[in-house]
């Protein structure tokens, strides 16, 4: 009698097994799902497995930056699953942020057979390279068979070692596997696995003198603080962007000042990973048009100015230290700075969107807590007025996009404790990422959402000035007039307004007390308060630092 032949759907269930099964082997912690039919299989094989933690996310594009949360977190490839459709398209503005920050992904995407492409067939586009070059790796290997079998493990293998950044940079990759009706069945043995990968040795750079030598080093996204410390032990005075701990404070203010940057023209700059927000520090880089270097060790290093001329790779281990006056002259200014903003501290005063960011990250600091910082004006408000960071922190530099923050904050919360700062239409825009929470994984997050009325970048651009009150107004500040702590106590979150220094930092520590999501609206002085508030503090600034030099 010939032996029974598996059954088509059998062979896919086994075929999603053997995915998940090597990526377990691999590291993978973190999947996830979102509910759809064409993906079970996936879905199926992900949640028979106790070794992962399941995230389950009613909206894909809301899932997909949960799962960049999660990465960020985990430090490691975070799995997505989707059915086909426009729920492969939902993950477009994901994958593209996962692309530029850096971010490993496995975004697994389900479709329908060949013979339901070109028919009219429901739900069935075409998603063969959808993400285009945004992903590190595509894989589409077709509907699953027994004769494809042996490869299957190397396939999984590959895209985790390209998610990981083995050949290239870390970032997304794209499976679309392609299944066919029925859908559910048991996997049959799985094939056995194959004999680990070693990961591959970055050489670093070992000699390169520097020494008694005045470094700037510039540091972006994607850098970790290992990198910084050592930096900093050979007397680089390190400016970074807000997500980098270490970084020098109030450099943005410190260079705006003629008579200190007179006397801080450095001989060597020394660039890391992404850009800085600081539009000043960008305008001094340019204008000194000093020896520039690039280490590429910790990943892509940004250059729109085109001003490096070196690229090397890796990090000295041992160097000489570079030259300590010129360390100590910029360590000092900013004391300077971090003395006056410290007499700003005072528990009855009105919030102010600079004294938001101060306390979000002492905060944070002083518990450990990690910090997810969003785009426009947070960041920069962290970066400029904020002390130096001791706490994780992360931001969507990759794009610089307010898409999806909520639900960022969310994924790195989700098994620990986090602090998020945000805007108020950054929070409107993410709303649907309110509709989940922090799921089932428990964990407490803060989210402080700065409620300004509208856009609070904008003012601080060209459009303030060159565009009338009323059309700037609709068409770039686009203040709404919802009421932002009922919108989180709609969803079932705990909500509250606050308007003093005291009232902030009470609401922090309690809210990071409580299991779950509480959102702290801080209310702050209009838009217009904000640019004159910022003018008055760069003025006074720049006079405090300009008097020594």
Known sequence: MPPSVPSLSAVQATFAATLFDEWITLGLTDVVVCPGSRSTPLALACAQREALRLHVRIDERSAGFFAIGRALATKRPVAIVVTSGTAATELHSCVAEADQAMVPLLVLTADRPPELHGVGAPQTIDQHQLYAKMVRRFEDPGVASLESSGGWRDMARRLWLSARGEHDLPGPVHLNAAFAEPLIASSLDLPDPQMPHSPREVAALTALDLSAQRVLCVVGRGVGPDVVQRCLDMKWVVLGDATIRGSLAYFDSIVRSESFIAQARPDVVVRIGGLCASKSLQERLRDWRTRTIAFDGAGFVSDPDRLIGETLHGLPDKAPPADDQYFQMWVDASNLVEDWLKTEDDDDADLTEPMVARISVSES????????????????????????????????????GIDGVVSTVLGVAASNSAIGLIGDITLLHDVSGLVDGLGSAGGSCVLVVVDNRGGGIFSFLSQATMVDRE??????????????????????HQGESVSTQYQLRDAIRRGLEHQGLTVVVAKVPNRSRNVELHEQWNRHVMALVGDGW
């Open 365 to 400: 600091s002083e518990r450990g807590v990690t910090l997810v910082v969003g785009s426009s004006m947070p960041v920069r408000e962290v970066e400029w007025w904020a002390s130096t960071r001791t706490s994780e922190t992360f931001s969507n530099r990759g794009v610089n």
């Open 471 to 492: 059309r700037f107004e609709m068409l770039f500040a686009t203040p709404r007039q919802h009421d932002l702590r009922a919108v989180a106590q709609a969803f079932g």
